[in-house]
């Protein structure tokens, strides 16, 4: 059985009304209020990790907590990376989407979708954003 909580204590990761609303938005348009929102992170993008997202149903090993009415699903791997972290919704004259606030990336990709940690030493690749 897999395991979830309420999010009381600190969370692994916040998520902010506006990323809030707009997966609940997401998740009512593809009729799938029992997916979460799952948050992680692979190889590649111009700075070494990159961010992902998208819906989904919960696996072993996830840590699973709810975010403001959100079921928020992060595997133990990307769980290192992104913890502390802070996903966003932003709608801008830039264009619109999610954004992940990370205070262990060291440093970025200017489309903010790549990053890089401390201790991490991934081959950096193009991501296609310019940078």
Sequence with gaps: MIEE????????V????????????LLEQEDATELGLRVFVAGGGCSG???GMTLDEAQD???IFTQNGV?????????????GSEIDYVDSLMG????V?????VSTCGCGHSFKTAGDSGQARSC???H
């Design 14 to 25: 916040s998520m902010t009304t506006a990323a809030a609303d707009k997966v609940r938005e």
């Design 61 to 63: 090993g996830d840590e």
């Design 128 to 130: 296609g954003c310019g």
């Design 101 to 105: 606030n990370n205070p262990m990336a």
């Design 49 to 51: 990790l990159q961010y």
């Design 5 to 12: 909580r309420e999010t009381t204590q600190t969370a692994l």
């Design 71 to 83: 079921r928020v699903l992060i595997d133990e791997m990307s769980a290192q990376y992104i913890s």
């Design 96 to 99: 619109a989407g999610f954004t």
